[in-house]
């Protein structure tokens, strides 16, 4: 018993480190937020944007409201790549570097494919 005890505190302990060295490396007191419209500057719903963080190799993806409107809080950091895509639509990607407790809003117009 003392052993199976032992064996599962080693669990959570290794668990706990992981989640910390794998999401960690995301997290700061960044914060992006945006709206993507299209070329008559109305809202795009359903948008994905994918945020890449160039030094830590990793990423995540949101999605825009149906107001067009996104955000990523207490992220990294850093330089980001963001990529919007959209079926129908012209994918736009932009680079952006924002300090560890910086804000910054990124408006983004995505174009209808012919």
């Known amino acids: 018993m003392k ?3 032992k064996f599962l505190k080693l ?3 290794i668990l706990i ?3 910390q060295v794998i999401f960690g490396q995301l997290n700061g007191s960044a914060k992006i937020t945006g709206i993507v419209t299209d070329e008559e500057e109305k809202p795009i719903k359903d948008v994905k944007v994918k945020l ?3 030094k830590a190799q990793m990423g995540m ?3 825009t409201g149906k107001d ?3 955000k990523a ?3 990294r950091g850093g330089s980001w790549n963001i990529d919007f895509i959209k079926s129908g639509y012209q994918t736009a990607k932009i680079s952006l ?3 560890e407790d910086g804000k910054a809003k990124i408006p983004t117009t995505l174009k209808r494919l012919k």
């Open 97 to 99: 570097s924002i300090k």
């Open 3 to 5: 052993h199976t005890i």
């Open 52 to 54: 890449f963080h160039l």
């Open 17 to 19: 480190i992981f989640n």
């Open 73 to 75: 809080f207490k992220i």
């Open 11 to 13: 669990i959570l302990f």
């Open 61 to 63: 993806e949101k999605k």
């Open 68 to 70: 067009g409107k996104w």
